[in-house]
Every structure is written in C-alpha cells, then in structure tokens.
C-alpha cells in the first residue's frame, strides 16, 4: 500500500512509518520543515513538505493522488497555545479528510485522543484540545466517503512497547507506549474491517495483532 501521513515528523508518525517501511508499503510523511526530512528518510518514508495550516484541500489532495490509505497523526503539541489547537488539532484534520475525500482515498485513520469531546467542560488550554480533537473526529465521522478508524490513546509514554494492549470501545483510562500506538495503527491500517471503529487504546495484556482482529470481528 501507498499511505500518506500528516504530522509525519510526530514521535508516533516516525514510529509508524518504521514499522509500515519494514513490513513493505511505500509511506510519505507531510512535514512543516525541510529540516525535517533526513528523519522520515531514516523511517523509511519520503518527505512530503507541506504546511496544513495554509494549504488548500485541493494542495494536499494532489499528494494523497494514487494513495491507498492515509493518517492523520499531526498536532500542535503540548507547548503550543488555544488558537492553534483549532488551527492544527481540528483544522488540519477536517482538512485532510476533505482532501483524502477529494483524491479518492477511502482508507482514513485518525490519531486522537482520549477523552475527545466537542462537548467537553473547561477553559484551560487542553479542554480546548479535547473539544478541537472531539470536533474533528466527529467531522470525520460524518464524512460517508472515507472508511475511517478513529484510534483515542489513553496517556502517551516513551516506554519500551510491550506489544500487549487493551483496545476496546471503552477501556478507561490508563498508560500506552508510544511503540504500541504505532504498532496498532499499522495493524489497523492493514485490517479494513475495522473501518467505522472508534477506540481507546491502552496498556493491557493482548498481543496488538489479536486485538485487532478481535474489534473487527466485533
């Protein structure tokens, strides 16, 4: 498969562009810096540089052109204030999806967040995340013309992976290895059926494959 990856420089997107280069698919990541790019080289994938802050649909679509699948694994990150929260946490996203719809490209996973809700409560700087990340997901969800996985990691870690998670509807919250999120979003990427799925993700004890295959035959 061919699978174009906004937010290709994240600590996730690297992770997975590794593991999808290793297992044969050809992998782009949209980067926001050219300094960015011997990184994806090393991964395996080929710098795409693109700005999603003020890139039109119709300019990402051209580069999701003849892709099988594509991941929206970009964010502002933990560092950045409330208006790029909408900017990048929703904007970039509703805007890869309507350029994945543009080009065709029905496969579409999502990288969100736990506890993503366009109704949650709060003013402080990651409520308005939540709400950024629970609108996006749910333009997404309204989008007939993407197969789309929407994956919500519970609290991020730098932890070895262990290859054993918990990924259900609803798991609670709990630690994830960055290693594992990756892990299942290849595996998700290769699983089709799981295409309508919203799901948490945490640490567990189930290999990655079985959990997989056991939300898809759900």
């Known amino acids: 498969m061919r699978i ?3 937010g290709g420089h994240g600590q ?3 992770r997975l562009e590794r593991l999808l280069a290793a ?6 990541g949209i980067i926001r810096k050219a300094e960015q790019g011997d990184a994806l080289r090393e991964a395996g994938a080929e710098p795409v540089l693109l700005d999603l802050e003020s890139a039109s649909a119709e300019e990402v679509a051209a580069h999701l052109q003849g892709a099988d699948a594509a991941v929206f694994a970009a964010g502002a990150g933990p560092g950045s204030g ?12 509703v805007l890869f999806a309507d350029a994945a ?8 996973v999502v990288v969100s967040s736990m506890g993503a809700d366009p109704e949650h409560k709060g003013d402080d700087v990651f409520d308005v995340y939540l709400r950024a990340k629970g609108e996006a997901d749910r333009y997404v969800r309204g989008l007939d013309a993407l197969d789309w ?3 919500r990691p519970g609290q991020l870690t730098n932890d070895a992976g262990t290859g054993l998670v918990r ?3 609803h798991t609670g919250r709990g630690p994830i290895p960055r290693d594992d999120v990756a892990a299942v979003l290849a595996e998700l990427l290769e699983t089709p059926a799981t295409a309508g799925l919203t799901l948490e993700l945490i640490g567990g ?5 079985v959990a997989v295959k056991s939300v898809a035959g759900n």
């Open 82 to 93: 409330v208006a790029r929260k909408d900017t990048v946490d929703k904007g970039a996203a």
């Open 12 to 14: 996730i997107a690297l």
């Open 167 to 169: 990924l259900e509807a």
């Open 4 to 6: 174009v990856i906004a």
């Open 101 to 108: 719809v543009r080009a065709r490209v029905r496969r579409h």
């Open 149 to 151: 996985t929407i994956l």
């Open 23 to 28: 297992r044969g698919h050809e992998v782009a």
């Open 205 to 209: 004890s189930v290999p990655v494959s």
